[in-house]
């Protein structure tokens, strides 16, 4: 194929000629889209509805900025679509109609995200997908993940914050997340894990090490940073909230003077990262080529037809197989379900309203609590929800068995139970010290499971085998003391044992 230069090469004549590569890439979202758009609709609203998750909503945009800082690489290369590539397109495809299945929306995002760069880089093929590397990697950072660390990354801003408390002199003892001191006791609740921070911080760190910096070492030196630091920040943010409330006798750094520290520590360790990105990034620039560009001559869309029509074969395939398993799936139930209570009155509205605890699960085909008395001055409450197949997703990452804004867990505790009464227990703590200790499983139509993984796996298996998989959760919980924590966690558990057949057994009967 024949080059020719770009006359003068003049802005406009580059633009031109790189929104001509640009309309074969287009097509490619556009197909994707159509066919994922179940998946991406569910991702969008994570993105919309976490905190987290909120800079996945400029992350394609960004892509496509991106690309256009390197139109003029790009246009230098021929554009020869490579069909090998569909060795990786499979297996994506096959994750993707898994997740579907189950409704598994980590397995969904996870596949179709993944799946995108592929395809333009099917499209494109090697030379041309090679210049633009990074911004087709930088798609993945749509995914939303990475909740998962909360936990380790509190026991670790635990840790250390109180190791700086003792270099300190000031007096500490932690338990779990507590940290206690003279004047007071803290906890290093979800909020306080730094999650935001964390990937926030890797986010940017990946973009400036790719825009600032041209030595792969010092490229992968700043992205390490980008992982250390905001660790040790938090671990330096958690220390001074405790300091100050030591030295102002708790009048400052608790309540609404946390979340402002919080917010504008933020703010300093982004500007930190990026101070240390100037230390370390290149004083002089490589020296660029200023030769004329030369771009291949031929309309771009001739000669990524050949990808073209390939991707649209594979997505044509994957999407008649999704609706297959669409099919498979049942619509959404218009019978009415319910429970059987044997145990007491379900709550009214009026009454759920006032609990000091709720599960947070989105949309349940039915869910109801309850309450039974005990011999301690708090009684169990007891939430059940059920989803009928087609109508909701039991297992998902925006259902929680707490409200994360009113209570955060403690401790896992361990439960010898046999394999017929599977459940799991934790120990709850909310702001201002009150303790709760909570018991879950999930029921399905012949299994019950404690642990979330299982549950969908089984819902998975059910699924692809033509069965409805109607899916229900239980949930028990009773505030503690810590003063009798011991005797009142085994007297909970007990109780959890003996009403656990009668509670499977009601969850079970909703879906008939």
């Not at 009026?350 to 009684?379: C, G, H, I, N």
Request: hydrophobic share 50%.
């Amino acid at each position: 194929m024949q080059e020719q230069a770009v006359a003068g090469n003049s802005d406009k004549d580059i633009n031109k000629a790189f929104t001509a590569v640009m309309v074969p890439v287009i097509l490619v979202l556009l197909g994707w889209a159509a066919v994922f758009h179940q998946g991406l609709v569910t991702a969008i609203t994570i993105w919309y509805n976490s905190d987290i998750f909120n800079h996945c909503l400029f992350v394609i945009p960004g892509t496509f900025f991106l690309i256009y800082l390197k139109r003029k690489a790009l246009l230098a290369q021929p554009i020869k679509p490579n069909y090998w590539v569909a060795v990786l397109i499979l297996p994506a495809i096959v994750l993707y109609g898994i997740g579907l299945a189950g409704d598994v929306q980590l397995f969904m995002h996870a596949a179709m995200f993944g799946l995108l760069p592929v395809l333009i880089w099917m499209v494109l093929g090697n030379k041309a997908a090679w210049q633009i590397l990074f911004p087709l990697v930088f798609i993945l950072f749509c995914i939303p993940v990475g909740e998962e660390l909360v936990p380790y990354l509190q026991q670790i801003a635990a840790r250390f914050s109180v190791d700086l408390l003792e270099l300190s002199g000031i007096p500490v003892f932690r338990s779990g997340l507590y940290i206690e001191i003279p004047k007071g006791r803290f906890l290093v609740a979800e909020a306080c894990s730094g999650i935001s921070f964390f990937i926030a911080s890797l986010v940017i760190g990946c973009l400036y090490a790719y825009l600032n910096m041209y030595s792969p070492q010092r490229r992968a030196l700043f992205v390490l940073l980008s992982v250390i630091f905001p660790i040790a920040a938090n671990i330096i943010r958690v220390y001074g909230i405790i300091l100050i409330a030591h030295l102002s006798d708790m009048q400052y750094a608790v309540g609404a003077d946390h979340l402002i520290y919080g917010w504008f520590f933020f703010a300093f360790v982004i500007v930190c990262l990026i101070g240390l990105g100037e230390l370390l990034r290149e004083k002089v620039a490589p020296q660029r080529n200023d030769t004329v560009l030369t771009i291949q001559s031929g309309a771009p869309i001739t000669a990524a037809r050949g990808g073209l029509i390939s991707v649209a074969v594979l997505l044509m395939a994957a999407a008649g197989w999704y609706q297959f398993i669409a099919s498979a799936i049942p619509d959404k139930q218009v019978q009415q379900f319910e429970f059987a209570n044997n145990l007491s009155k379900p709550l009214s509205e009026d009454e759920v309203y006032w609990l000091a605890w709720k599960a947070k699960f989105r949309s349940p085909t039915v869910e109801q609590y309850q309450q039974l008395t005990t011999p301690y001055d708090s009684p169990i409450t007891v939430y059940q929800g059920f989803y009928a197949a087609g109508d909701g997703e039991l297992v998902s990452s925006l259902n929680r068995l707490y409200d994360q804004d009113s209570w955060t867990r403690v401790e896992v505790i361990d439960v010898p139970t046999s394999a017929e009464y599977p459940f799991a227990v934790e120990l709850l703590s909310s702001p201002a010290g009150n303790l709760r200790l909570i018991a879950s499983w999930y029921v399905l139509a012949e299994d019950t499971f404690a642990g979330k993984q299982q549950t969908k796996l089984q819902q998975i298996a059910t699924t692809l085998g033509g069965e409805p998989s109607h899916g229900a959760v239980v949930i028990m919980s009773m505030e503690v003391e810590r003063r009798f924590l011991q005797a009142q966690q085994q007297w909970f558990m007990d109780k959890v044992s003996q009403l656990y057949p009668e509670l499977t057994q009601q969850s079970r009967l909703a879906g008939n």
